[in-house]
């Protein structure tokens, strides 16, 4: 007798396909970053996290401060005070909350693909969807590839290492859940189960969520991205599209079956501009007031989606921090612009005709858009702009290489996807080790981006912090010819040639950055420094007052302006200076006994003698105090 020959297995054939699938996703994110746990606050972490008050105290972590990157992004800024409530400023409780979110973001990315292929109308995408493996499966399979691709893929380094760029990954996480949300409100299952149906089934808590509830989820969702970041101002256009492209057929059909959906969702848009409103230019970081006009950043922008894609493609050369790119030249630009523009075209062209590819081009430059059409003050590109985007070109990736395997080497060819992923991990864990230190992370992007002097000035910086001041003097040297109208490239070779003793050398530096930068406190109070050691203390007066214009509550600031009053033979207000400064700090012994100084040459005995008693109940031992008060008492009545 003879049997049929075993039909082929399909990719997921376990009697739990999605649950595995899942799985794998998750552990995969795991591998990819369990190293980096340990990095280190760099960069924008260090004012949004280190030095941001509102993430110590409850009441404040809606009013983030402005000029950061929690600056208008409430929710963002309540993430971290959650991290500061479990680890203080310790990086661990910061970088397993990414990783977490990163891995939802994927498991998300996950149901909404293998959702869209499942539908009846999935509009011929991908290529050649049903198999011998089943329809099903294939979908699942497809899905998986999918998200776990995107999820490991070293594009993502910036948006889930870096700990601050959990702005991106965050709301990329409620994007993603907005639409996933409004997908599973459609499910025509769960809309004609009976409550009876309902609470018998306990096979899965999210099946027995009735349609309305998905709805409300998506809002919610919706809502908390937009306090997150700027950039999920698109969210509810794609979910139209979506429903129009996959469900209505029409975008007037479309509204018409949900319009008190599309009503909430666009309402979201109203927080959205509140916070923007609150917070205009994100404290001079973005928007046309930034000194690169909006033509010249708009212009700069074909080039930089060119470089995404690139990246998406063949992730090498991953970038920290790009800085001001130079211009591209006109062949360049015009190479760039003509692909870019002809994309955008065959997406329009893919959206009239309902095509699914349509959709995807659509996800990709909707998100982008306000990144790419806002400008912002340094940077052209930077890749954590990519986290969304990538998604679509990863599907349109896994559907194409899935169709190219397949036709080649038939069923087998599926492993194709996976081997990928697999290298792509490799590369995400190489990645990471860039971010393990300050040092690590800034010589690398020195290394990739030599013109940048940005990245010299913060390579100089960890330089300097590990006493290699030589080196790190070097670097602020090339950051000023860089670009010299760079404040603080000069500040910073200013305190380098301070430490190497060339003090005039480093005069002419802080001059410089106080030239190009007035109002910086660290420069005058640097020069000042200078000064008071050449025994100009009228001049170090001036700019110890300067830098005291920005730390009004700085009792050390009070008391330097105060010396340097005192010695250029200004008593009464070194004396005002002492007051302020010790109402600030009164256990300061010194800033007692010089107040008691000027006092003294003021004339008034009786209150120095206070003063310097007041030194000596905090230094019984003090002996400028004791030697300045026998002085009072030599002194005639």
């Given at each position: 007798m003879?049997?049929?020959p ?10 739990h ?8 996703i998750a552990l995969?994110a ?15 972490d260090?004012p949004s996290i280190r030095?941001?008050?509102t993430?110590?105290?409850?009441g404040?972590v809606?009013?983030?401060p402005?000029g950061?990157?929690?600056?208008a992004?409430?929710v963002l800024?309540a993430s ?5 409530a479990i680890s203080?400023?310790?990086v661990?409780?910061?970088h ?5 979110i990163h891995?939802l973001?994927g498991l998300?990315l996950?149901?909404i693909?293998r959702?869209?292929l499942?539908?009846k ?9 049903g198999?011998?493996?089943?329809r ?11 998200a776990l691709?995107w999820?490991?893929?070293p594009?993502q380094t910036?948006?889930v ?7 991106e ?5 409620f994007y993603?859940?907005?639409l996933?949300c409004f997908?599973r409100s ?16 306990v ?6 969520i009735?349609p ?9 969702a919706c809502l908390?991205?937009?306090?997150t970041?700027?950039?999920m ?6 979910v139209?599209l979506?429903?129009r492209?996959f469900?209505?057929?029409?975008f007037?059909?479309?509204?018409r079956?949900h ?5 909430a969702?666009?309402?979201t848009w109203?927080i959205?501009a509140?916070l923007?409103i609150?917070?205009p230019g994100?404290?001079?970081?973005t928007?046309?007031s ?9 212009e ?8 995404y894609?690139r990246?998406a ?9 790009y ?9 360049q630009?015009?190479v760039?612009a003509?692909f870019?523009?002809?994309?955008i075209?065959?997406t329009l062209a893919?959206i009239?005709w309902?095509s699914?590819w349509g ?5 990709f ?6 990144s790419?059409l806002?400008g912002g003050?340094l940077?052209?590109i930077?890749e954590?702009?990519?986290?969304l985007?990538?998604?679509a070109v ?7 290489l899935?169709?190219?395997?397949r ?7 599926v492993w ?9 991990t490799?590369v ?9 230190t300050?040092?690590a992370?800034?010589s690398d ?8 002097p ?8 960890a ?5 290699r001041?030589g ?5 602020f ?8 109208d ?12 301070l430490r190497?003793?060339?003090l005039a ?9 106080i030239?190009?930068?007035p ?5 005058h109070?640097a020069l ?5 050691e050449?025994k100009d203390?009228a ?8 830098a005291?214009?920005s730390w009004?509550d700085?009792a050390?600031a009070?008391?330097r302006?105060?010396d340097?009053l005192?010695?250029?033979g200004r ?6 200076e002492?007051?302020a ?11 007692h006994n ?8 003021l004339g ?5 003698r206070?003063?310097?008693?007041a ?14 008060l026998?002085?009072?008492?030599a002194?005639?009545p």
């Open positions: 003879t049997t049929a075993e039909r082929p297995q399909p990719a997921f054939a376990s009697r396909p999605v649950a595995l699938a899942a799985g794998i995969a795991v591998v990819a970053y369990h190293n980096s746990l340990t990095g280190p606050l760099v960069f924008d260090l030095d941001n008050p993430i110590r105290e409850l404040a809606l009013r983030p402005a950061m990157t929690v600056d992004r409430p800024n971290l005070a959650l991290n500061y203080g400023t310790a661990w409780s910061y397993a909350a990414n990783i977490a891995i973001a998300t996950f149901g693909v959702r869209t499942d539908r109308r999935s509009m011929g995408f991908p290529p050649r969807l198999n011998e493996h089943g099903e499966a294939h979908a699942t399979f497809l899905a998986f590839a999918a691709i999820t490991v893929h594009l910036e948006s290492t870096y700990i601050v760029q959990r702005a990954s965050l709301m990329g996480l993603l859940l907005t996933y997908i459609l499910d025509p299952a769960a809309a004609a189960r009976t409550e009876e149906e309902r609470d018998r089934d096979a899965s808590t999210f099946k027995a009735r309305f509830w998905w709805g409300c989820f998506s809002v919610a908390l991205g937009m306090a970041k700027e950039v101002a698109s969210a509810p256009l794609i139209l979506y429903d492209t469900v209505s057929g029409s007037g059909a479309a509204v079956r319009r008190g959906l599309y009503a969702l666009a309402s109203i959205l509140l923007a609150s917070s994100r404290g001079g970081s928007g046309f930034t000194g690169m006009g909006w033509w010249n950043y708009v700069a922008q074909f080039p930089a989606i060119a470089h894609l990246l493609v063949w992730p090498s050369s991953l970038v920290f921090y800085g001001p790119e130079a211009p591209a030249s006109a062949f630009l015009l760039s003509a870019v523009l002809g994309v075209a065959a893919a009239w309902k699914a959709f995807l081009g659509a996800w430059f909707a998100i982008l858009a306000p790419s806002v003050s940077q052209t930077a954590h702009r990519m986290y985007p990538l998604a990863v599907v349109a990736g896994v559907a194409g899935d169709w190219i395997a036709t080649l080497a038939g069923p087998r060819g194709i996807l996976p081997a990928v992923a697999a290298a792509l490799l995400t864990i190489a990645r990471n080790e860039d971010y393990r300050d040092l992370l800034w992007t020195v290394a990739k981006r030599p013109e940048n940005f990245a010299r000035v913060n390579l100089g910086i330089q300097f912090q590990l006493g001041v080196e790190a003097g070097a670097q040297a090339e950051a000023a010819r860089l670009k010299p760079y404040a603080a490239a000069h500040r910073n070779l200013g305190d380098a040639l190497l003793g060339r050398d480093a005069e002419a530096e802080f001059t410089a950055a030239k190009l930068e109002g910086n406190p660290d420069a109070n000042a420094t200078i000064l008071a050449r203390w001049g170090a007066a001036e700019h110890f007052a300067d005291l214009h009004p700085d050390a009070h008391f302006l105060a340097a005192l010695m250029s008593p009464a207000p070194a004396a005002a002492f007051a400064g010790l109402k600030l700090h009164p256990a300061n012994t010194d800033a010089d107040w008691g100084v000027a006092l003294l040459r008034r005995r009786s209150d120095a206070a003063q310097f008693q030194a000596l109940q905090l230094k019984p031992d003090d002996a400028d105090a004791l030697r300045n026998r002085g009072t008492d002194l005639p």
